[in-house]
C-alpha cells in the first residue's frame, strides 16, 4: 500500500525549531543518565560529597524512571524530527517517568535539601519542556503535520 504524502502539509518553520530544540534538550538528558549510570568523573566531581551520597543511595528504580524519561524524551524528539505521531505518545510517556523520578526527589527523600534550589529548578524546567512538547506534538498531530 503506498502512502500518497502529497496529502500531507509541508512542514512549518517551527517544527522543524522545535523538533531540533527538543533532539538537542532530550540529548543532554539521555547524556547526563549516560554519565550518572556509567559513574563517569566528570559527572561525579561536579557534585557536592552529600549529593554524590543521595544520588548513589536511591533506590534503583529512580534510576530507571529518569532513564525511561529521557530515552523517552529523546525517542519523542526523533519522532517529531520524523513527522511521526507517536512523538505525542513518547512525551507523555517521559512526562511520567519524569513524575515517578520526581515523586523521589520531592516527596520520599530529602531530595530537595540535597539537591537545593537549582536542583529544583530543573525538575520544574524539565516538566515544563515535556508539557510544551506534549502540546505541541499534539496540536501538530490535529493539524496533520505529523502522521
Given amino acids: 500500500m503506498m502512502v500518497d504524502i502529497s496529502k500531507r502539509p509541508t512542514a512549518p ?4 525549531a522545535i523538533a531540533a530544540a527538543s533532539v538537542l534538550w532530550n540529548g543532554v538528558g539521555v547524556w547526563q543518565w549516560y554519565q550518572k549510570v ?4 566528570a559527572y561525579w566531581s561536579a557534585l557536592t560529597m552529600e549529593q554524590v551520597f543521595y544520588l ?10 529518569f532513564g525511561v524519561a529521557v530515552w523517552c524524551g529523546l525517542l519523542g524528539a526523533l519522532m517529531l524530527l520524523l513527522r511521526r505521531k507517536l512523538a505525542f505518545n ?3 510517556a517521559g512526562l511520567i517517568a519524569m513524575l515517578a523520578h520526581s515523586v523521589y526527589v520531592l516527596a520520599l527523600s530529602n531530595g530537595r535539601e540535597v539537591l537545593g ?3 529544583l529548578a530543573s525538575v ?3 516538566a515544563a ?3 510544551i512538547q506534549i502540546a505541541y506534538s499534539h496540536w501538530a498531530r490535529r493539524k496533520g503535520l505529523i502522521r
Fill in 129 to 131: 519542556v515535556f508539557v
Fill in 38 to 41: 556509567t559513574g563517569a568523573q
Fill in 90 to 92: 513518547a512525551f507523555v
Fill in 124 to 126: 520544574g524546567a524539565v
Fill in 13 to 16: 518553520w517551527h517544527l522543524w
Fill in 56 to 65: 548513589r543511595s536511591a533506590p534503583m528504580w529512580t534510576d530507571v524512571a
Fill in 117 to 119: 534550589a537549582a536542583g
